[in-house]
T-cell receptor
Framework: AQSVTQLDSQVPVFEEAPVELRCNYS??????LFWYVQYPNQGLQLLLK??????LVESINGFEAEFNKSQTSFHLRKPSVHISDTAEYFC???????????FGAGTRLAVHP | DTGVSQDPRHKITKRGQNVTFRCDPI?????LYWYRQTLGQGPEFLTY????????KSRLLSDRFSAERPKGSFSTLEIQRTEQGDSAMYLC?????????????FGQGTRLTVV
């Protein structure tokens, strides 16, 4: 069985400041790791994913996440946030066999001017 | 629009009534998933189909819940004798068969309120 813990339910930050959203997972088998984003009144969208290879993965809008196997973490970072990054961010895992996603409870990122 | 679509977007029903939701996946996707999301929580897996076969059901899916995907295309999720605890956002997602790393595309969800 797998589980995901997002350590912060809310993260307030000022525009252009750096941000880190933390995610830890638990699994007895190898997993794939994902970050999904949910903008207000929109569906979940894939932000980035780690399948294998380089432990640092990047999104097209400046976010990056690093897979740390020893710490079972997949923290999401952005060096400079924009107002438009305000959203709910969900970390998720999926086993290599089953495609179902196991989500964390989410972190609400609020970017203030 | 070729994304995942769900209908209706909102449903208000009285306790004890039956409700049915529909999901139309991306046309070439053979896997379809249902999730439930309550306030302040992440989506929880309910069930998934590969083509028309229902391959896994969560223990969250009580006997009052049934899902179908009759021709391997659209899917329906029915809740019988609704209870207030069923109030949630019901999300549908689809993906291509493959490894666990294939991207799941989500619809905007159906928000159910049981009064």
């Amino acid at each position: 069985a797998q589980s995901v813990t997002q350590l912060d339910s809310q993260v307030p930050v000022f525009e252009e400041a750096p941000v880190e959203l933390r995610c830890n997972y638990s699994s007895s088998v190898s997993v794939y790791l994902f970050w999904y984003v949910q903008y207000p009144n929109q569906g979940l969208q894939l932000l980035l994913k780690y399948l294998s290879g380089s432990t640092l993965v990047e999104s097209i809008n400046g976010f990056e996440a690093e897979f740390n196997k020893s710490q079972t973490s997949f923290h999401l970072r952005k060096p400079s946030v924009h107002i438009s990054d305000t959203a709910e961010y969900f970390c998720a895992v999926a086993s290599l066999v089953h495609n179902k996603l196991i989500f964390g409870a989410g972190t609400r990122l609020a970017v203030h001017p | 629009d070729t994304g995942v679509s769900q209908d209706p977007r909102h449903k208000i029903t009285k306790r004890g009534q039956n409700v049915t939701f529909r999901c139309d996946p991306i046309s070439e996707h053979n896997r379809l998933y249902w999730y439930r999301q309550t306030l302040g929580q992440g989506p929880e897996f309910l069930t998934y189909f590969q083509n028309e076969a229902q391959l896994e059901k969560s223990r969250l899916l009580s006997d009052r819940f049934s899902a179908e995907r009759p021709k391997g295309s659209f899917s329906t999720l029915e809740i019988q004798r609704t209870e207030q605890g069923d109030s949630a956002m019901y999300l549908c997602a689809s993906s291509l068969e493959g490894t666990g790393g294939t991207e799941a595309f989500f619809g905007q969800g159906t928000r159910l309120t049981v009064v």
